[in-house]
């Protein structure tokens, strides 16, 4: 269970530094999987642009991120069900702090979660997770910026 969950926290961080800083810089720091910037990693983290052997899933599957002053709400537009659903969701800032996370049951209504930023947030930016039990993980980069 501990391997998993470095493997997650890993991976989270990975994905945040390259959204953020691009492969170069984000290699430099971390090794890192990733082919081109935006391409996600190939069969472990599906994008918008890469939603490699999920594609056609997207609207279901991708993350959809409102930001609002200090509250940032996550829904994945996906059904809710005791054979198929989603697991959870995260959100990584930019370096590297989990800034939210809320798990799912299949008997939950909708995957909505709602995260309200620290105070001391230095993030300008963070990604989005959203964990399918069938479908894998999708990420959504998120700007958060003062915002009134
Ligand atoms: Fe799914």
């Not at 190939?42 to 609002?68: D, F, R, S």
């Not at 993980?137 to 003062?146: A, D, F």
Request: charged content about 20%; glycine content about 10%; overall charge neutral.
């Amino acid at each position: 269970m501990a391997d998993r969950r470095d493997f997650l926290k890993a991976t989270l961080a990975a994905t945040a530094a390259v959204a953020v800083y691009g492969v170069e810089s984000a290699s430099a720091c971390m090794p890192c999987p990733m082919g081109k910037q935006g391409a996600g990693m190939p069969g472990i983290l599906y994008t918008k642009q890469n939603p490699g052997m999920w594609a056609g899933k997207e609207a279901g599957h991708l993350p959809q991120v409102t930001v609002e002053g200090n509250k940032v709400t996550i829904e994945t537009k996906h059904g809710m069900s005791e054979k198929h659903y989603i697991v959870r969701h995260t959100l990584v800032g930019d370096n590297g702090e989990v800034l939210g996370t809320k798990t799912f049951y299949p008997e939950d209504e909708k995957a909505v979660s709602t995260f309200e930023l620290p105070e001391k947030c230095s993030c300008k930016m963070a990604i989005a997770t959203s964990f399918c039990n069938l479908h894998d993980m999708w990420v959504t980069p998120v700007m958060l910026g003062k915002q009134a």
